[in-house]
């Protein structure tokens, strides 16, 4: 998992939405069938491991496999290119002026340590099948956390974690077979994961647009679209467009807690897909 060691923050969490269902229901239309559909569906994530966890579960012999993979990581590079385009077409110069209180607080040695315990239990019970996923990136936590292992927290962020993107990279390039990767599918699966990505930051936006008609204390309407998988890249255009409105609008603990909570909710995304198509 190449977001293997990931800082917990405990916050405000805006609720993540996703646009999964009718991704699926296109990529059928479009001739994949209900496997195939499902692991095209999961690109709007944002999140390659997980992609590449549910395809290799669902379609392992499949010529679309390769593709997937590709395109998953390749709109989790373009996160900085299409996520402001996105957010300033759905959002009013007024919305993104909304400053939001940063109230720093300290938090306790438990907390910290508690923190991951608690997400993987969670996870397990709500979707089993994404245990393997939520439990590295919360293992990856609790290592730094409990203050004892430095030197496999050090390797684990830094060596081992480039070694396996190197390694996880040359094993996707083999399945890139000309035959089986330059077709008109491979298109269609680019089109579909685009469709998926951006309404996934549409959908973000507008949920917290929902909230804002509902609470005194209004929510700007960007840190909803940090709520995918790309961490930490969406809380930094986040903060960053924040930044670019108003100096003084510090929106980056928000945006990443809605990003941390994107993270986790992908992965179960991705084991309730297993549990429902397995």
Same mark, same amino acid.
């Given at each position: 998992?190449?977001?293997? #060691?990931?800082?917990?923050?405990?916050?405000? *969490?805006?609720?993540?939405?996703?646009? /999964?269902?009718?991704?699926?229901?296109?990529?059928?239309?479009?001739?994949?069938?209900?496997?195939?559909?499902?692991?095209?569906?999961?690109?709007? *994530?944002?999140?390659?491991? +997980?992609?590449?966890?549910?395809? +290799?579960?669902? /379609?392992?012999?499949?010529?679309?496999?390769?593709? /997937?993979?590709?395109?998953?990581?390749?709109?989790?590079?373009?996160?900085?290119?299409?996520?402001?385009?996105?957010?300033?077409?759905?959002?009013?110069?007024?919305?993104?002026?909304?400053?939001?209180?940063?109230?720093?607080?300290?938090?306790?040695?438990?907390?910290?340590?508690?923190?991951?315990?608690? #997400?993987?239990?969670?996870?397990?019970?709500?979707?089993?099948?994404?245990?393997?996923?939520?439990?590295?990136?919360?293992?990856?936590?609790?290592?730094?956390?409990?203050?004892?292992?430095?030197? $496999?927290?050090?390797?684990?962020?830094?060596?081992? !974690?480039?070694?396996?993107?190197?390694?996880?990279?040359?094993?996707?390039?083999? +399945?890139?077979?000309?035959?089986?990767?330059? !077709?008109?599918?491979?298109?269609? /699966?680019?089109?579909?994961?685009?469709?998926?990505?951006?309404?996934?930051?549409?959908?973000?936006?507008?949920?917290?647009?929902?909230?804002? $008609?509902? !609470?005194?204390?209004?929510?700007?309407? &960007?840190?909803?679209? *940090?709520?995918?998988?790309?961490?930490? &890249?969406?809380?930094?255009?986040?903060?960053? &467009?924040?930044?670019?409105?108003?100096?003084?609008?510090?929106?980056?603990?928000?945006?990443?807690?809605?990003?941390?909570?994107?993270?986790?909710?992908?992965? #179960?995304?991705?084991?309730?897909?297993?549990?429902?198509?397995?």
């Amino acid at each position: 998992n190449p977001s293997l #060691i990931v800082l917990p923050t405990i916050g405000t *969490a805006e609720p993540r939405t996703n646009f /999964i269902p009718l991704t699926v229901i296109l990529s059928v239309v479009l001739g994949f069938d209900i496997k195939e559909a499902a692991s095209i569906g999961i690109i709007g *994530a944002a999140d390659g491991p +997980t992609s590449i966890l549910v395809a +290799t579960k669902l /379609i392992p012999d499949s010529d679309i496999y390769g593709a /997937i993979m590709v395109v998953a990581y390749c709109y989790m590079a373009l996160v900085p290119l299409i996520q402001p385009i996105v957010i300033k077409g759905c959002t009013t110069k007024k919305e993104r002026l909304i400053k939001m209180e940063y109230n720093p607080k300290n938090v306790t040695k438990g907390a910290k340590i508690a923190f991951p315990v608690i #997400i993987t239990i969670v996870a397990g019970l709500l979707a089993p099948e994404s245990v393997s996923l939520v439990g590295f990136l919360m293992f990856g936590n609790l290592i730094r956390e409990c203050g004892v292992l430095d030197s $496999l927290t050090e390797t684990a962020s830094n060596t081992l !974690t480039n070694l396996i993107t190197i390694l996880l990279g040359l094993t996707i390039s083999f +399945t890139m077979v000309a035959d089986k990767f330059v !077709t008109p599918q491979t298109l269609y /699966i680019m089109v579909l994961g685009l469709f998926a990505f951006v309404f996934d930051t549409v959908f973000g936006i507008f949920f917290v647009k929902i909230i804002n $008609l509902f !609470t005194k204390k209004k929510i700007n309407p &960007m840190v909803g679209a *940090a709520g995918i998988s790309a961490f930490p &890249m969406a809380s930094r255009i986040v903060h960053q &467009m924040g930044v670019k409105e108003d100096k003084s609008n510090y929106l980056l603990m928000h945006a990443a807690s809605a990003n941390i909570a994107g993270q986790v909710a992908s992965a #179960i995304a991705g084991g309730i897909v297993l549990t429902l198509f397995l």
